[in-house]
């Protein structure tokens, strides 16, 4: 079975071909680059650039995946949550071919299209139950699963998401947008415990927008003091930085794992390409006998292929699919 994934939640305009779980094109283009100078994304150039590309992103999916347009049988589109006019132009287009080429669209929640990314290609096997962790620029969530059309958040962040809160940090720093990927690549562990920061966590859920001040705050006071941080002393913040809010994750997601007493976790969203947090939950697999299904790197940022994989299992499983009303949801 083919399934064409439309994913447009954000700044990411991406349009996947899958025949079954197996991904045979995948391409994104991003209008991140217009949104640099701003320090996140403007929902309206974000909206535009969608509707720029979205024609185009389509022909290079089939392309790619070397077949017709006919051959699709099944349209996964992101519904929510998300930017609203950027929903809507996703959602849209798929209504429109879902008529034009009478074949069934089914709407998608992002969030759980992302903790379904281990399963592309493969990679891990789906199995039930199990916990689905979302580290991304706009979520931070634990939910329970227990089966696909059974799913239940029990931890959330309080505030700002992880990766927003490495993208502030980053901007105030001097680093440019986006942050998370540049903290890990200034990570260094030596520098790990060299100040101590701390996040907010209660019970399964979680805030971080206290640790994003006290950097600031820190900087400000360092600052006021010697002069401008050298890049020397940044890594040592930002490491430290880094360290506790991988921490907290990993206590987290390790104590749910615990008091639901379910083995299996599986991870999605763009902070999960993060080395130090890789290499984090390879540690706490081996120690506490959890599995963490981890996706490819490739489908850890927003992408058209996590869309399809999920619309392709419950429509697989349910056969369920969305009517023409359906609308799109920022929340
Ligand atoms: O999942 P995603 O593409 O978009 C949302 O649904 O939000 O995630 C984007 C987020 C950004 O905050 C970005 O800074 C972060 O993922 N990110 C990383 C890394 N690569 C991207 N955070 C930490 N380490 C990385 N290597
Ligand atoms: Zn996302």
Redesign the pocket.
Known sequence: MYTLGIET??D?TSVAVLKNLKVLSNITISSLKAHKKYGGVVPEIANRAHLDNIDKVLSLALEEAKIKIKSIDLIAVTYKP?LIGALLVGLNFAKALSVALKVPFLGVN?LYA?FFSPFLNYKHRLKFPFLGLVV????TSIYQVNKIDSIKTIGTTQDD????T??KV?VNYGLGY????I???LFEPKYKKEFSFKCGKIGLNLSFSGIKTALVYKKNELEAKNGKLNLDFKKKLLSSF?FSLVEVIVKTIVEASKTKKIKRVSC????I???F?RYRLKQEQKKESIDFLIPFLEY???NGAMVAGLGFYLYNKTRVTSSLNLGAESN
């Open positions: 939640s954000c990411e998300g992002h992302h991304s620029g706009g979520h998401a992880c990766g927003e490495l993208d980053a986006p942050g998370g990927k903290i890990d690549q880094q999605g969203g763009g902070v390409a993060n080395s947090l850890t940022q927003d």
